[in-house]
């Protein structure tokens, strides 16, 4: 049965994730229900990368099996299908064993942060009007690199049994008014971004020093970081294979 790569983009502000659940708007769903209206067939496809409510993608994927021809327009039939926050990129037929989830070697995450009172960014990054000591950023988002154990960031009633992440780059940079934290992994735990950044602020903010942040990764203790970072100033940027 031939099977194929769906790319992907959403704005999440309006889902409660992005792998389906039971009673609960997601992008999964929508996609499963347009794909069945257009292909008059029903499939479940498997996502590469689950965000959590409200956390946009400017590139997932799924991968699904089917037997039934795809439509010619497809990329276009599905676009007009779906809602205004979610949109198809591209489709590729791939080897009949190919996983979007176990063959991506890594995933691109960026944090967003503006610090001047801005309506046109407020849906889609973290308002934060603090003094910020940049130069503690980096030297915490550098520390990074060199740990691998993350359990420290990351949510409780996880799934996971392992919470070793590798990441290749870590760092915090200016970009168009925004203060972007850019964090690339081959793995990424759940709220482990939005924790890390969050983290990571009052070491910015001077609250707590970097011995104390060397402190919080040792305990791997999840209560000892902090979660408060809002989803809507997440992206997933890139899948890489």
Not at 39 to 49: D, F, K, N
Not at 124 to 137: G, Q, T
Not at 165 to 186: A, D, F, H
């Amino acid at each position: 049965m031939p099977r194929y790569f769906l790319e992907v983009a959403y704005k999440g502000t309006p889902y409660s994730g992005f792998q389906s659940q039971e009673n609960a708007w997601t992008v999964q769903a929508e996609i499963e229900k347009a794909f069945a209206t257009l292909q008059r067939t029903t499939i479940s496809m498997t996502g590469s990368s689950r965000t959590d409510a409200g956390v946009h993608a400017l590139q997932n994927f799924f991968h699904f099996d089917t037997d039934a021809l795809v439509h010619s327009q497809f990329i276009y039939k599905m676009n007009a299908i779906l809602p205004s926050s979610i949109t198809i990129k591209a489709i590729q037929e791939v080897s009949a064993d190919a996983h979007c989830r176990f063959d991506a070697t890594y995933r691109h995450y960026q944090y967003y942060l503006y610090s001047t009172k801005d309506p046109f960014k407020e849906d889609r990054a973290w308002f934060y009007p603090y003094p910020l000591n940049k130069d503690l950023l980096n030297q915490a988002a550098t520390l990074l690199l060199s740990i691998n154990d993350f359990t420290s960031f990351s949510k409780r009633n996880t799934q996971v049994k392992t919470f070793i992440c590798q990441l290749t780059e870590s760092k915090w940079i200016e970009e168009q008014g925004y203060l972007v934290y850019s964090v690339k992994g081959n793995r990424f735990l759940r709220g482990m971004v939005r924790a890390l950044v969050s983290t990571m602020l009052q070491v910015g903010r001077e609250k707590i020093s970097l011995d104390q942040f060397k402190e919080i990764i040792a305990a791997k203790d999840c209560t000892r970081a902090s979660f408060v970072a809002p989803p809507h100033g997440l992206f997933l940027v890139k899948v890489g294979f």
